[in-house]
């Protein structure tokens, strides 16, 4: 019995303990070497697109809100009737309501026009998507300034284009009283010169 | 800086040129031992080479994540012994669908077919495959290269009661199978 698992263990040693062809370790080793030189390969791909993904999208963050075209504010846009067009871009000395604020994005170009011609008019007015320029007439701007000054002095003194118009009584009091009756005359139809006959 | 980046580079370097080397020198132990191995499933010396190639791809792929790497070669046979089996369905597949063709032009035996071929040797790996699969892989290595019951049990990762256990239990049944 023993002898015959011996043998059985012996047959199969024989069908099993075969030596591998000639050059089988040295194409194994080849075989190794070219995955690992494909593997490199492709991290070194992966990497670089990685990297060339990271910096495409860093670079879009940065740069492209500032490179976004603008869009045109319309005209209809300005509320107190007064047109970019018309409002001169230096004010007088005290014309500006925020003379220490910074230059709002969208006027960058105005400014830099400005540099270049010395111009006074603003040709186009463009602005960012959610950056209003607010443009103030340079009276009002006058005006504004001097009441702001005077509420600080504690004394509001009104000037007269604005207080009064006639000396009398302040404007705001002129213009809440009753208007004048309105007297409508008596209308009377004269006939018409071909109709005195029939 | 660039001092410090170059030693880093090179301590990457040489750590991976450390690595190849040791994983070349396992290669040279272990090539037939996983040839064996592949062999023992597939019984084709050129679908055994290539099983046994797969095997050496796939273990230098995860070789930095061996941690005990005196388990290579455990480790490597596990490895070919899965791949061999895969790869022995697969043929299976592909030789049904070939059938028509192999039985056209089937090829002129040599001598190891031979040997395949004698009734003796084509029942024994008859016996073989019907044995359940951890009495096989115990049986063929210990056949593999004169294995004793330690070495069977250092390569499985098991103890050495139990591949007594499987040994004795698998002789047994190879008996009954070929009577």
Redesign the interface.
């Known amino acids: ?1 023993t002898r ?2 011996d043998d ?2 012996a ?3 024989a ?7 000639a050059g ?2 040295a ?3 080849a ?2 070497t070219r ?2 030189e494909a ?1 490199t390969a492709r991290r070194s791909r992966r990497v670089a697109s990685i990297t060339a993904a990271v910096a495409a999208v860093v670079l879009a963050v940065l740069y492209v809100p500032r490179s976004a075209p603008a869009p045109i504010e319309p005209a209809s846009s300005t509320p107190t009737g007064v047109t970019s067009r018309d409002v001169p871009l230096t004010p007088p000395s005290s014309g500006v309501a925020q003379p220490d604020a910074p230059p709002a994005r969208g006027s960058q170009d105005v400014d830099a026009r400005r540099g270049r011609g010395g111009a006074r008019q603003v040709a186009v007015t463009r602005v960012g998507p959610r950056e209003i320029e607010v443009v103030i007439d340079p009276r009002q701007a006058v005006l504004l300034r001097a009441v702001i000054e005077q509420a600080r002095a504690g004394e509001v003194v009104l000037p007269p284009s604005l207080g009064r118009a006639d000396g009398d009584e302040p404007l705001a009091i002129r213009e809440l009283q009753e208007p004048a009756p309105v007297v409508i005359s008596e209308i009377t139809i004269d006939p018409l010169p071909g109709e005195l006959g029939s | 800086m660039n001092e410090r980046a170059d030693w880093s580079a090179a301590y990457l370097v040489s750590g991976a040129d450390e690595l190849d080397r040791e994983f070349d020198v396992r290669m040279s132990e272990s090539g037939t031992l996983v040839y064996r191995v592949a062999y023992s499933v597939l019984r084709n010396h050129s679908d055994a080479e290539d099983v046994a190639q797969e095997a050496f791809l796939r273990a230098h792929r995860r070789f930095t994540a061996l941690r005990d790497r005196d388990r290579f070669r455990a480790w490597l046979v596990r490895i070919t012994w899965r791949l061999a089996l895969d790869w022995k369905r697969g043929r299976r597949r592909r030789d049904r669908r070939e059938e028509v063709v192999a039985r056209l032009a089937r090829p002129v035996p040599n001598a190891e077919d031979d040997l395949l071929e004698s009734d003796r040797a084509r029942r024994l790996w008859a016996a073989i495959d019907a044995l359940p699969d951890k009495y096989r892989l115990v049986i063929v290595l210990g056949a593999i290269e004169g294995h004793g019951v330690g070495d069977v049990a250092a390569l499985l990762g098991v103890p050495a009661g139990t591949v007594k256990s499987r040994l004795f239990e698998a002789r047994r049944r190879l008996q009954e199978l070929l009577r």
């Open positions: 019995m015959d698992r059985v263990l047959e199969l040693a069908l099993v303990n075969v030596e591998p062809r089988f370790t194409r194994t080793r075989a190794v995955d690992r593997r």
